[in-house]
């Protein structure tokens, strides 16, 4: 018992870590995405009476979103996957002698996490907004002034 209480908070020693780093990649991609994005538009208003460059920047400003919109899912699934571990492991840790939550005056009731993806709603509505606007930025035409 006393090896699997050692593994198991060993395990949730990992999981926390994880979930850290998952959440830092998942700001790293919103940061990059924002940035190459903003570069993109910035590079549009160069070509302010020209057509295909601004076609293609708005391209490359889709592109940049749509990965950066897919790995920020990738990391939310991980992300979700890690917190249904952390769950388990409290579990399991409740039910053999472990429990931590009357310490910290938790209600027994309520899951540690929330159910799936939603823990991280309000992050996860960032990125395709802060892409949106670079993309938008870059399909803009500038008025010609008389």
């Not at 924002?34 to 920047?57: C, E, H, K, T």
């Not at 990125?127 to 993309?135: D, E, I, K, N």
């Amino acid at each position: 018992m006393d090896k699997e209480f050692q593994l198991a908070t060993l395990y949730l020693s990992d999981c926390q870590r994880l979930i850290a780093a998952f959440r830092a990649q998942r700001w790293d991609v919103v940061k990059w995405g924002a940035a190459i994005n903003v570069g993109l538009a910035a590079a549009s208003l160069s070509y302010a009476n020209s057509f295909w460059p601004r076609v293609a920047l708005l391209f490359f400003s889709i592109l940049v979103s749509g990965a950066g919109w897919y790995l920020v899912k990738h990391y939310t699934r991980r992300l979700v996957r890690t917190r249904d571990r952390v769950s388990n492991i409290d579990d399991w840790l409740a039910t053999h002698g472990a429990d931590y939550r009357p310490i910290t005056r938790d209600d027994p009731q309520q899951p540690t996490y929330s159910e799936g993806g939603y823990y991280d709603r309000e992050e996860g509505r960032v990125l395709p907004q802060a892409s949106a606007t670079g993309s938008i930025a870059c399909g803009r035409r500038r008025g010609r002034r008389g």
